[in-house]
């Protein structure tokens, strides 16, 4: 597991990468998330969760929009950098709980934000569950995850294998970690957890298109490729090659 210390270093690394296709990849996930968070935050008063909130980037946005904000993670040590926040965010609370057995009182969130966890749980589905369980009728969950086939994931399997790992730190020159990614799903399989965890897909989404080697090598050329690739193959049936899908989805 990752330490604290580095998700931190690692996220300063994603979103502000000397190279454009990595930094483009990674905001173009955040500013759709933010954007998502944006319009469908409810009127106040609501209460929000963020299930796994890694190096915390969207707490802030979040305690902005909500009354109460709660973050959960199954590992305290994961927690550590949020609890260093609540001084700036006295409606942030912390709690220790997994989502797939959650001990959270139920219907006691109006939105629930979950982007790339599920990927991390072996049961997928127990987690949507959980989420749903925790949503009031009606309430947003949005979510993001990896797409299964991507060239980005297919290619992490190769780049961060014990001792290639190190090559690709040095092609970086930043630092780069194991994804941790045991539970890769195509679009079919999400869309399916998200039908029997009862859940309606209100909108969906895909981006991130990365080419092998182009990405590291070819520079701010290589991104007007990947980005014009991107326009031409979102919402077909190649989506599946982009790197994120994201859903919003209703408790129905």
């Known amino acids: 597991m990752a330490s604290e210390s580095e998700l931190v270093a690692l996220q ?27 319009r469908h935050a409810p009127a106040p008063p609501a209460r929000t969760l963020e299930v796994g909130p890694g190096s915390c980037i969207y707490l802030p946005v979040l305690a902005r929009l909500f009354d109460e904000v709660m973050a959960t993670d199954v590992e305290a040590a994961y927690l550590k950098h ?16 997994n989502i797939c057995d959650t001990a959270l009182p139920p219907a006691s969130f109006d939105l629930i934000l979950c982007t790339e966890v599920v990927e991390h749980i072996a049961d997928s589905a127990a987690a949507l569950r ?6 009031k009728p009606g309430g947003v969950l949005v979510l993001s995850t990896p797409q299964r086939y991507s060239p980005l994931e297919q ?15 040095r092609i970086y020159k930043e630092p780069v970690l194991e994804t941790g990614h045991i539970n890769l799903m195509t679009a079919r399989t999400v869309q399916r957890q998200l039908r029997e965890a009862r859940f ?3 909108e969906q989404h895909q981006s ?20 014009w690739l991107e326009r031409k193959v979102r919402g077909t ?16």
């Open 12 to 38: 300063e690394a994603l979103y502000r990468s000397s190279n454009p296709t990595r930094r483009a990849l990674h905001c173009a996930r955040r500013d759709w998330i933010i954007d998502a968070l944006r």
């Open 82 to 97: 949020a609890a260093s926040l609540r001084h700036s965010l006295p409606n942030l609370q912390l709690a220790l709980d």
């Open 130 to 135: 959980g989420m749903r369980r925790l949503l």
């Open 155 to 169: 290619a992490a399997r190769i780049a961060l294998l014990p001792g290639v790992i190190e090559i690709v730190r």
């Open 200 to 202: 309606a897909v209100r």
């Open 208 to 227: 991130g298109m990365y080419l092998p080697l182009l990405a590291e090598f070819g520079g701010a050329g290589a991104l007007r490729l990947e980005q």
């Open 237 to 252: 049936v190649a989506g599946g090659l982009l790197w994120t899908q994201y859903y919003i989805a209703r408790a129905a």
